[in-house]
């Protein structure tokens, strides 16, 4: 615990450095140029993406549809979990049918495919991240509950427990560890596909915000999304993992 | 007298990967009796002694002959502790307990109290509400073994439970297991390939051959102390009329 502690103040310090020597080289020694913008003007960008590009509903629009999406799916495997994730489930067979289709096609031309399908709206945003943090969740809990101990199983079978309360109580609580492991990368993923989404879909959001900058050439804004985009997941990252070491805190094995 | 448990010409089968039959084992013949608190069966090393006990639990029921509890068709399950004991890291000591405790019907439930029984039986008082990740396999046995409790068997079976811990927990868990069946009048079977590990602690031994498994001989305790079984056994695997020493942990 800390060893992990001093190994993350040590990356913090590192990126503190690293803006020190920004702002050093790049407003004080180095002429302005394309590979980085002035400390002072990404400032005033800052500035100006809250007035002139309503930044915080933008950002509110992201960061919703992210996490209620995700929150949503969730809940739903959850509520649904002894009818879709047992075994004799025909849902079971289907989400890893679906998912060996996924590992085939890449997620992005769903995305693709939704954008067509649905008009732009709020609402194909959280349809698609709803349905990509379903399929992620789903076949994850799928693969896991295949990695069950099976003596474990047969063990609560032998003093009368029957599938549906093994599910729930034994084999459902064992993959909580690993499922909340994989939020972390679920998150990564999310706020990649969501990005990319909205650059293509346009409406609102930080994908559409960056397809300006881009557009515009906008260094400093660029900058700026890199860096709220960055403190944004990273703020995400740091709620997941306080979540994850104090519900899951135990390991089957 | 009367057989508690009775294995009658069990036989085993499974497809090879060519269609072929192949055996695991053969007219499996053994009985343990009332006064057989502890039985051990001793099998080679790889001999499929988690196969047996699976199947004397009743929860592999694919195979051959009968195994019958009390002189009837077993119907109903034998509580089955693995070699890694099934301690549930996510409950506390006495919610693992009484997990299997709401399966029961209202009035067989146990009362808090004599939960509590259970946990003072198995040495764990004062740890109720500790939680069993990353403690030892003897704690996380005795968990293992007051939730078989729960259900008031007449027989629990052992697969191997007591391989993985060392000398002085192992002791402690031999005592345990001969106060149990004493005080609650409990059968253990323990399937195990340590001839020392079963001398310590049966008062009789099913002796396994190997390819195909079957019964090579029933040993019963003269009473003549510890180190008895141990010397009959060796006389046994040195006269190569069973499997050899190999095949064993002495």
Known sequence: ??????????????????????????????????????????????????????????????????YFSAIAAGIVIWIFRKYILTDKSIFKFLGISLGRINRLVPVILIGLFLIIWFPVSEYSKYAFMFLISFSFLFNKAAIELKKVNIETIQSINSLGADEIFIFEKISWKAIEPALAASLTELHYYLWSLLIVFEYINGGTGLGKLLRTAIQFKDLADLFVYGITLWILILFGMSIINYFKNKIFFWSVN | MNPVLEAKNISKYYKGPAGSKQVIFENINFSINEENSITSILTPFGWGKSTLLRMLSGIDRDYTGEILLNGNIINKKLPFIPENPVSLPWLDVIDNVRLVNSLRLKRDQLSINALQDLIDLVGLTGYEDHYPFNKSYGFRFRITLARALVISPQIILLDDSLKLMDFETKTEVFGLITKISLARKIKFILASSNITEVDSISDKIIFMNKKPGSTAREILNNKQGLGTFKKEIMELLLDGKVSNTSNYAI
């Not at chain 1, 180095?30 to 960008?45: A, M």
């Open chain 1, 1 to 66: 615990m800390t060893t992990s502690y001093h190994s993350e103040r040590k990356h913090y310090y590192f990126i503190i450095c690293l803006l020190i020597l920004w702002i050093i080289l790049f407003e004080f020694i180095l002429p302005p140029n394309q590979i980085l913008p002035r400390p002072s003007i990404t400032l005033l960008s800052f500035i100006n993406l809250f007035r002139d590009y309503q930044f915080i509903i933008n950002i509110l629009s992201t960061v919703s549809a992210l």
